[in-house]
């Protein structure tokens, strides 16, 4: 097994754990609206796990006849989940050609929205990291306890986490 892929089948472990961990917390936050996008026409099959902000945290798009789907799993800043990985999972999203955007539900008074393009970047195929780049305008949003919301913009390039050759019987250990 690659280091790659150990190191996102770790990141998938985690992710479960802190799914279970967070479903079992209710949300009393409304979500942002969802949007009523056409249906998604992506120029590429952008399906994958990409970098995040931080070592460890990373974003999973899925394209499938359905549409776009996908969540953010992050580390928690905040005092009550400083540590915590988050899951926050998409509320809407839409592919056309390039053109990616997507918001996700708020975890803890936080979420997110990205909008931008994703391009080949300069590996040689999938599973190398770097195969393409989600570059675009990525917002956090945070309420605090008086109910007032902030909002941070910052340019940002996510990049393709390479993964392992489907295609390709597994090495033997």
Avoid at 28 to 55: C, H, R, V, W
Avoid at 87 to 93: E, G, I, N, P
Avoid at 122 to 131: E, I, L, S
Avoid at 134 to 154: I, P, Q, V, Y
Wanted: net charge negative; charged share 20%.
């Amino acid at each position: 097994m690659s280091f790659a892929s150990k190191i996102a089948a770790f990141l998938l472990c985690l992710s479960v754990f802190a799914s279970a961990q967070t479903a079992s917390k209710p949300s009393q936050e409304a979500p942002p609206p969802a949007s009523t996008a056409p249906a998604n026409t992506a120029a590429e099959d952008i399906s994958g796990m990409y970098s995040f902000l931080k070592d460890g945290e990373f974003l999973q798009i899925n394209l499938d006849a359905n549409g776009v789907s996908g969540v953010i799993s992050r580390q928690g800043t905040q005092e009550s989940d400083r540590g915590q990985f988050l899951d926050l999972v998409f509320s809407s999203a839409s592919i056309h050609g390039h053109d990616v955007a997507f918001a996700t539900r708020p975890v803890h008074g936080v979420w997110f929205e990205f909008k931008g393009r994703f391009e080949r970047g300069k590996a040689k195929d999938k599973t190398q990291d770097g195969f393409y780049l989600l570059r675009g305008t990525l917002t956090e949003h945070a309420t605090d306890a008086n109910k007032k919301t902030a909002s941070h913009s910052h340019a940002v390039e996510l990049k393709w986490l390479g993964q392992p050759d489907d295609s390709q019987p597994a090495a033997k250990s």
